[in-house]
DNA sequence: GATGCAACGCTTTTT
DNA sequence: GCGTTGCATC
């Protein structure tokens, strides 16, 4: 039965599976399925790809199918693999699938994400690849500091070979599987002169001695192990009697090799040993300084993997080519691409109907997606009504899109729509910032969702360094960020006599220490300080026995001075850290023992949302897969940042199609509304550029999208249309060539008034043409030096805005700005600001009640940090902070301290 | 060991 | 423009 036809009818499978079923009724979970869905569920033999197109149902064709093999006994749930690339995925599946089967799905151990399973299976196998079974995980920073160890020693000039290269070389290699000795020549002549594969050996030896494993290996040494021991892995083989993977186009090629190995029949794994393969793209990643890192030996791909499955096994990915993201870090769409080829006979069901987004937005999306080439194809369809049209409007500036888009969520909320269903998704993170600043001003609850996470954080990883050595006292590189934090007089000039003795003798820092501790070759002081520190940390350990890990942690932070630390210290952020540190405390309450936990931080790097209840989210397409809304904002669709620059120049065609796809990702996040932007003008790294629409937009379909008209204001801005003459140079017209700014915010008096002095001026029209066309030729013969030779100057602003500021009435206050640091921002706001005030939006927007907040209070703000207040407007404060200088802001955001 | 200044870089991000 | 980082200096 393994022998199906690629296509076999349909209902073929499904009453197949009615049989097993003994001719009962679909159970309820089974109705509630579309056929293809159905079929997706039901098809329980052989290898299955779901092309499961955006809003199609994934997750739940995933979780109903596992329900539905546990349900009709196929497989114990300890027998069924199931992989995901996120922890929040996987945490997603755990519960779906409970509730379906109507319990807590506790006995599912193998469902988690790739690097989850990897740690659990090399712990069981530790000592067949070198490592013993604590062994430590390294995050990214541990990693690059361990490179900077390595690079020194090979006396390998930093400046010039930057270890976060090295780290992004190294973690290329990883990515597609490639252990020191498999590396291409070429490749590894890239790095420091040809010591590419050495480090890398290096690298890989140091990781044994200190008995760690980076994110990479947890895969890479299970390919290891099972090419090594190809009794473990049959052993796998015949556990794993469904394998099931989520978002299949993301896997990397070492994830894809993994699962080739498991997924194959048992009787073939002598076959595989030397299974390797290259990257599909012919000419790859590249580094800085002129760094290109190329696959200069054109091997042809996939010829040493062992020949097709001759059995087949039941693996069932689930992707959407058209999803594919992540090519950047090592993702391989051409995985989902041939899968036909790697798993023959393999059953093929492609998810087209979207239970997400209304016409209007599907065709949208469906539209633009299909300018890409590299595609397996999918016509999304809905039987939704057709909704409201996508809508494109465009702004002169970033900031005016920001307070556009800030209008339409307070008209939004005004019609009592949930501000948690309204997210604003940008290309860049540092979009990010224009609409947070905009939102303090508006008292709009927003959050940003990314950015620093939980465990990245310097406090936490240095009170995790502590608990790390506890744990296991070989863990050098926790010992080396914590040995002199706080300062107790141990400085690089002692942490260098403590690296040479411990490589001399070949122990661990820790060792080491305590050996010097008992000689004199260590000055007095650090001596006594040295000994003190390890003192302390043998009665840690002691306590770490008999007490509760959480009462442990809170010793030794206390003990150790790392609390008082930050206790003294006097920065805005100080008292932040220590709720983190608290909130770390918290956490731990929910593992077992120490053990459990730092296993978990190392591997979840994921926080739970905070509290805020309801709020607009900002973050980045990235970080919007998987996530849905009603109404989504996607400002900065201009070439250069959508289609992003970099992408282009990296990777041609191929990053124009990532970008489309990327675009393609953003729209189908709508469930309701779509609502794009652009800026003809917009800064980025400090210059102000002008900037044309993005080409994605002209690839939209016209009949489902409107073009925003600008409500009045800028109504006669024919002599806007600079971006003619751009297209010129870019060859062929978009419609959005005369785009007037959308001005719906700027029906106020002073813009009427700064529009007048700019058309009395009539200065500006031939100072934009003649920046523009110079601009967009020189980007697009691709000169670099050109491009920000043309950007207009910082000094300089765009045209309008310097115009505004130039009159008289709206410059910023002299002086009282100019301090450095961290004043620079409260400048930049302020000066802003000021004209606002002026033309009384603010004092509109206040809520008329009077605040619960004096002038000469002493305040707290969660992003600020503490600061007094000067000034009291409503519900609207000024604040003078300590750090972040003079802001605006609404009071609900702070509280007295 | 603290402080200050110059230099760098700046897409996307999980584990 | 702005935040981070590394080095030099006191």
New binding site residues.
């Given amino acids: 039965m393994a022998e199906q036809a690629k296509s076999p009818p349909k209902l073929g499978i499904a009453a197949r599976a009615m049989q097993a079923l003994g001719g009962a009724p679909a159970p309820d979970y089974l109705a509630a399925l579309n056929p293809e869905q159905r079929l997706a569920v039901e098809t329980l033999h052989g290898p299955v790809l779901v092309l499961a197109g955006a809003g199609t149902g994934k997750t739940r064709v995933l979780t109903t199918r596992i329900a539905h093999i546990l349900r009709l006994g196929r497989a114990h749930p300890s027998q069924i693999l199931a992989v995901t690339?996120?922890?929040?995925?996987a945490r997603e599946m755990k519960h779906r699938i409970g509730e379906m089967v109507g319990q807590i799905v506790e006995g599912m151990p193998w469902l988690g994400?790739?690097?989850?399973i990897g740690v659990k299976i090399l712990r069981r196998h530790a000592e067949l690849v070198g490592l013993k079974s604590n062994f430590t995980i390294l995050?990214?920073d541990d990693q690059i500091r361990l490179i900077k160890q390595i690079l020194e020693a090979a006396n390998i000039d930093?400046?010039r070979w930057?270890a976060?290269i090295f780290a992004g070389i190294l973690?290329g290699w990883k990515n597609r599987g490639l252990t020191p000795d498999q590396v291409p020549a070429g490749e590894a002549m890239a790095f420091a002169n040809g010591k590419g594969k050495e480090l890398y050996a290096a690298y890989q030896e140091r990781l044994k001695t200190l008995n760690a494993c980076d994110?990479?290996d947890?895969l890479l040494e299970q390919l290891r192990l099972f090419r090594h021991h190809p009794d473990v892995l049959a052993d796998y083989q015949r556990r794993f009697r469904y394998i099931l993977v989520d978002e299949y186009q993301d896997t990397n090629v070492a994830q894809y090799l993994w699962l080739r190995l498991l997924g194959q029949p048992r009787s073939n794994t002598t076959a595989v040993i030397p299974a390797r393969r290259e990257a599909a793209e012919p000419e790859s990643r590249t580094g800085?300084d002129g760094l290109r890192v190329r696959a200069e030996d054109g091997a042809p791909r996939n010829d040493d993997i062992s020949g097709p499955a001759r059995t087949l096994r039941n693996i069932c990915c689930v992707g959407d080519d058209d999803q594919s993201?992540?090519g950047?870090?090592g993702a391989e769409v051409d995985n989902i691409l041939r899968f036909e080829k790697d798993f023959p006979g393999a059953t093929v069901i492609r998810l087209e109907r979207n239970y997400r987004s209304t016409g209007h937005i599907l065709a949208a999306a469906s539209h633009l997606i299909a300018h890409n080439e590299g595609r397996l194809g999918k016509t999304l369809h809905t039987e939704d009504v057709p909704g409201e049209k996508v809508t494109v409007t465009g702004a002169w500036d970033s900031e005016e899109e920001a307070r556009a888009i800030g209008e339409e969520i307070e008209q939004l909320q005004r019609k009592k729509h949930k501000l948690d269903e309204i997210a604003i998704l940008v290309?860049?993170?540092?979009q990010m910032r224009e609409f947070e600043d905009r939102f303090v001003t508006l008292g709009l609850p927003y959050r940003v969702i990314?950015g620093p996470?939980f465990y990245e954080r310097a406090e936490i990883r240095d009170a995790l360094a502590y608990l790390r050595v506890i744990n296991q006292p070989a863990d050098d590189l926790a010992f080396e960020r914590i040995v002199?934090v706080p300062?107790?007089?141990?400085?690089?000039a002692t942490v260098k006599q403590l690296h040479d003795h411990a490589r001399m003798s070949r122990v661990p820092l820790t060792e080491a220490a305590r050996a010097m501790i008992e000689t004199d070759e260590l000055k007095p002081k650090p001596r006594g300080a040295l000994r003190d520190l390890m003192t302390a940390f043998d009665r840690w350990r002691t306590q770490a026995a008999h007490l509760p890990h959480t009462e442990l942690a809170e010793i030794v932070l206390d003990e150790s001075g790392y609390t008082e630390m930050w206790q003294k210290d006097r920065s805005a952020d100080a008292a932040g850290r220590l709720e983190n540190l608290k909130e770390l405390v918290r956490s731990m309450q929910d593992f077992e023992n120490l053990n459990g936990f730092l296993e978990h931080i190392a591997?979840?790097?994921?926080r739970d949302a905070d509290g805020i209840t309801d709020a607009v989210s900002i973050?980045?397409?990235?970080?919007a897969k998987g996530l849905e809304f009603d109404t989504v904002f996607l400002p900065g669709w201009e070439e250069g940042l959508f289609p992003?620059q970099?992408?282009l120049d990296?990777?041609g065609r191929a990053?124009l199609e990532?970008e489309r796809r990327?675009a393609h990702v953003a729209i189908t996040r709508a469930r309701k509304r779509a609502k794009i932007y652009f800026a003809t003008n917009r800064?980025m790294?400090?210059?102000w550029n002008s900037t044309i629409p993005s080409r994605f937009l002209d690839e939209l379909p016209e009949a489902h999208v409107e073009v925003t008209e600008a409500k009045g204001g800028f109504g006669g801005m024919g002599g806007y249309g600079s971006m003619g003459g751009m297209r010129g140079a870019f060859g062929g017209n978009s419609r959005f060539d005369n785009f007037a700014p959308a001005a719906s915010s700027y029906a106020t008096p002073g813009w009427q008034r700064a529009q007048k002095r700019q058309r009395d001026d009539d200065a500006f029209g031939g100072f934009g043409d003649e920046a523009s066309e110079y601009e967009s030729a020189a980007r697009y013969a691709n000169d670099d030096e050109g491009l920000s030779g043309s950007a207009y100057s910082?000094?300089s602003p765009p045209p309008l805005r310097g115009r505004v500021r130039e009159g008289g009435d709206f410059s910023p206050r002299p002086g009282s700005h100019s301090s450095r640091?961290?004043g620079?921002?409260r400048?930049?706001f302020a000066a802003r600001r000021e004209p606002l005030t002026i033309e009384g939006e603010l004092v509109a927007k206040s809520t008329g009640v009077s605040s619960a907040f004096a002038r000469g209070d002493r305040v707290f703000h969660i992003k600020f940090g503490n600061g007094n207040v000067v000034a009291v407007d409503g519900n609207k404060l000024t604040i003078q902070f300590d750090k972040a200088g003079e802001k605006r802001v609404v009071d609900s955001f702070v509280e007295r301290v």
């Fill in positions: 690339f996120t922890n929040k995925a994400t790739f690097h989850a995050d990214v930093e400046k930057p976060r973690d994110f990479g947890l800085n993201i992540y950047w870090r290309r860049a993170s540092f990314g996470r002199n300062r107790r007089g141990l400085g690089d591997l979840v790097m994921d973050m980045t397409v990235h970080s992003h970099r992408s990296e990777s990053g990532e990327l800064r790294k400090g210059l910082v000094d640091g961290a620079a921002s400048g930049r």
